[in-house]
């Protein structure tokens, strides 16, 4: 079950032919195409003047700030066992974008890197052998390196970092103005009381800012951190000493919220936090076929608290006809759309939409890793009359 597209229309090409000969009425007709991949390079093809105005960079950058509060998930980015990042497209064609396009280039030998997450059409990677990190944009290739912050590392380099999160404002171009967080653990092997660092980067700064930390009494998972508000959060494993780890990137400082009290979420072996409405923090636990949804709102002392939100039967929504089906677990979340990824046992990883209940089958996979979520505008101005037909090429083989 697919949904249904939320863009507006293109107005007729007719209608738009009828306009005065004015570039600039034009252009703010076509900043209102759907954002889809297709709609440039396929609108491009109209007749020449369309296609000077689509491909100019400044209508790019006009076109990419137009629709930044409504992105579109492209597809997913996940490590395969050679911890290179490769990219999984989730668009139907003709918006389905080959995985090769976003591929990042060929990695040296004899260096180490981790894929940390990916946010407002940015990605992060850290590069442990050079202690830097990688701020790369996909759509254009563009990267920036920033070094990692040298309070942070120790005599062995950067193996402790565990996290790390990118985000920009909204609006603002990527690569333009972002900042960058790292999440370091203070000790090879986790025990009581141990100690988490963060860092927060500034690139209109250009400025690491002071270490933050905290207690922790159970060790990070390997889920991306999600943004809610102001804050990132990490979800911290463990069936007592479990909780979510928040780092407020106003004030710089790290806290530990505790798991909702429930028998369900204490012995639950897949947990996710969730983006929920009006930037209220959540969590879901999915145990079988069964998903909990919670959430933490304020009561009337304005004292905050979980209270369950919602029960999901996935054997009723996926339709499961075998006890093997209802084996699952959350591999990724969309916290612009509140969408969850879970794997089966029968390896077929799938899209569901907590809002709306509709899912969607994604594609098989016997890699049980973290996906991270690829939300942004495929618009590009490189041969961008080329692009549409090229890619229909490509994905109908």
Known sequence: MRSRSSSPAPPPVAALAALPDDDDILEEVLLRLPPRPSSLPRDSLVCKRWLRILSDPRFLRRFRAFHCRSPQLLGLFFEDLDDVP????????????????????????????????????LALLLNRTRLEVTVWDPITGDQLYVAAPPEMLNSEGAEFVRHGAVLCEDGRVPLEAFKVVLLADGCRRHHVDAQVFASLYESETSVWSSLTSTSIRAPLSDQPSILVGNSLYWLLLGYVDGGILEFNLDRKSLAVIEHPVGAHVAVCPSLQILRMEASGLGLASLSGANIQLWERKADSGCVARWMLHKIIDLGKLLSLRSPMETWHVIVGYDEDGHAIFISSRAHQ????????????????????????????????GRGIGREYAGAETSNNT
């Open 86 to 121: 490769r990219f999984i497209p989730t668009l139907d064609p003709p918006d389905r974008i080959p995985s090769a396009r976003f591929s990042h280039a060929p990695l040296p030998g004899r260096e180490s890197w981790n894929f940390l997450g990916c946010r407002h059409g």
């Open 349 to 380: 990883v799938s899209m569901v939409q907590l809002k709306s209940m509709q899912f969607r089958n994604l594609f098989e996979s016997k890699l049980i890793t973290a996906y991270h979520p690829f939300t942004s505008f495929y618009a590009t």
